[in-house]
Each structure stands twice: as C-alpha cells, then as structure tokens.
C-alpha cells in the first residue's frame, strides 16, 4: 500500500478506535442501571438524569472546544481529551454515593466533548468528498461496536464483580489510543472541498441563515431525542417489563445493536454516496427514508405482545448445536431489531450533510453547535422526560416519545432535502438542480 494511503488509513483506524471506547464508557451505565438503583435507592427520574447531565456538559462544552480547535492542532486537543475521560472513568472507584457518580459522570461528559467535536472532521479531511459518506460509516461504527460492547461488557462483569468493574475495564485502552493520536500526520483543513467559502458557509453568524446546516441539525437533534432514550430505557424495559434478566437484557440488545448498528452505518454512508451523483439530497434522503420506516416497527417493538416460534427442530439432524426443539422469543426482538437498522441507517449520510453544509474554516466551530443544539433537544431531555412518564404511568407509555420524534426527525429531513449544497461526486458537482 503507497504511504499516502496507509496514512490516512491508519489514522482513521486509531481514532474509530478512540471512538469506540467513547461509546462503551456512554454505555455501561445503561447495562448496570438497576444495579445502581438498588445500591443507592434512587428513582427511575433520577437515574435517567445521569444521563441527561453528562449530556449537559457534553453540549456545553462543545461550542468552546470547537473555536479551539479551528485554530490550534486538532490531534493535541483529542488526546488532551482521551486522557482526561479516561481517567475520569477510572475515578468509579471512589464514588460511592449517587451524588459523586453524578460528579464523575458529568466530568466525563467534558472530556468526551473534546474528541466528538473534532474528529470527524479530522476524518472528513483525510479522504476526497466523494468517500465521505462511505468513510464516516466507517468511523460511525463504534457507535454500534462500542454501544453494543459497552452492554455486553456491563452485563456480563456487573453481575459477577460489581457494577463498578466494567469501568475500569473499559478506561484502561484509553490511555494508549490517545497518546497513539499524537504521532497521526494532522491533514490540512478542507484539502479536498470542491465549494467556495460563503458567509452562510464560512462565518459563524451566517449558520443562523444556512438552512442546509439548520436542517440537518434540527432533524438529528430529534433523531437523537428518540435513540438516546431508547438506548437509556431498553435494557430496563426488557428487565422490568418482559422478564428478561439483566444479563439477557444486555445481551439481547447489546447483539440488536452491534449487528445493525455495523450493517446500518455501512449501508448508510454507501447508499449516500451511491446516491450523491443522481442526487444533491442523497444525505438527507436516506435519512429521513430511515427515519419513516423505523416508526411502524417501532410500535410493534414496543407494544405488540406475544411470541414468535422459530421452528428449528428440523436443523436439529444437520446442526447438532442447535436443541431439538423449537425456539420461542418475544415478538418485541425481531421488531426491536428491525426498527434499530433504520433509526441507524441515518448515522453517516447525517453527519455527512452536516459537514457538508459548512466550509472548512469553521467546520469544528459548526459541529460544535450542532452538537450543542442535539444534545440540549435530543438526549439530554429524553431521558429524564421517559423516567417522570414511566414513574407516573409506565415504561411502555414512555416509549410513545421517542417514537413521536422520529416522526418529527423524518419531516424536518424531507424538508431540508431542498437545501442539500451540490458537492464533488466522481470528479464533478452533483447538478445543484437536483433533489
């Protein structure tokens, strides 16, 4: 392989890698939930509400970190940022009240805001417009990867060693990976935009009149209102509500997450940019194509009862693994399952829109408010606003709003296709007339 293709490479290697392990820290909590409510006997409101602060001063600092990094070295700020939260993860040792948990949970949320802002467009540059969609998929799988892990490691430690060991467990890789960004070759900023700067595209006061970066901020802030609280409130739906154990929970959902979460981001980024040459909008489009189609399988997930019988007895002859017998699972899996791929399916063509709205001079600046602006719409409410409904009525009739944003998200995205800014597709501009 030439130099100037390992480089890139092996940079967005190392910080997918970073990436992932900012997901499993995110997602351990949610897997020792119950855990924690029964140590420190706090209600449903309270635990979503971790969540919600982390999320709190996630978005907070975001718009300070993304001036910083529109000036200075990018790859001094992610490591900076690695090594802070991960030593704030390993801090789980010493919180033994919930108001120290709560502490140490916001704390991380500063640290994470460091590396989220920046690196995507770390990676946005290091490959041509044309790959940008397919590329992100690839850094947008430890979403997925590094959810799913972050149950499966929850679910399987807690239960053996405490809810605190996943932690220390998920810390440690840290620590390397960040220092590891240090000896990455920082790519010039926007080497491969093919727009010209604007002042809608090129100034921060001109974000407030760029309706292609508006609408595709907007549409993931709802986006992220629904995913992040059905990633919090799953696990506990499946406990609570359908008699799963902790550990199945976490484990159901966390393979749920991983398998589409991986085939999700993948066909997301490939489908944008297969799409991008026909179509300026393809980003949005596919997105709010996801969207749509996740809310019927959605309602099925979440409040069809019953089961559904695999009849395996007749492989029984040919796999000797299997039993011989058939296999029964709750209707609300496959469902869950299915309505997963499609709220995933947004997660590369989205964030791809987004940088593409914007030029390259203010483009961390610009994620940063984005970032801000979904949080402090999306996740950071959702949480908090399903617990009080579930401690008033139930879990279930929590779960009536995340599938009420994604409806909204869908709306907003249909809309926004009009504004989609033509970018280079195998050489050319994609026909700024197309939509």
Known sequence: MAQSELQPRTALIVLTALNLLNYV?????????????????????????????????????????GPLADRYSRKRIIALGGIFWSALTL????????????????????????????????????????KRGRILGVFYLAIPVGSAAGYLLGGSLASRHGWRSPFYVAAAPGFLLA?????????KRGQFDSLKETPERGTLLGLLRNPAFLTSTLGMAAMTFSLGGIQVWIPKFLFSDRGYTLEAANFAFGI?????GILAALAGGWLGDYLLPRMKSAYYFVSAIG????IPVMIVALFAKGSITIPTRWLHHYLKLLPDANFTMHWMIPAIGVAAFFLLLNTAPLNAAVINS?????????????????HILGDI????????????????????LPVIAMGISSAILFYGMKFAPPVASGGALAEAGKT
């Open 256 to 260: 749920i997450i991983v398998v589409d």
């Open 291 to 294: 969207m749509l189609l996740g």
């Open 179 to 187: 220092l590891a960004v240090l000896f990455l070759n920082e790519p």
């Open 381 to 400: 409410p959702s949480p908090t606003m399903m617990g009080w409904v579930a401690d008033k009525r139930s879990l279930q009739a929590a779960f009536i």
């Open 358 to 374: 914007v030029g390259a001079n203010i483009r961390v600046t610009a994620l940063a408010v984005n970032i801000f602006v979904i």
């Open 25 to 65: 820290d995110r997602s351990v909590l949610f897997a020792v939930q119950p855990l924690i409510q029964d140590q420190f006997r706090v209600t449903n409101a309270q635990i979503g509400y971790l969540t919600s602060a982390f999320l709190i001063f996630y978005a907070i600092a975001s718009p300070f970190v």
């Open 91 to 130: 801090l789980t040792a010493v919180t033994h009240t919930y108001t120290e948990l709560l502490i140490r949970h916001t704390l991380v949320g500063i640290g994470e805001a460091t590396f989220v802002t920046i690196a995507p467009t770390f990676v946005a540059d290091l490959f041509a417009e044309k």
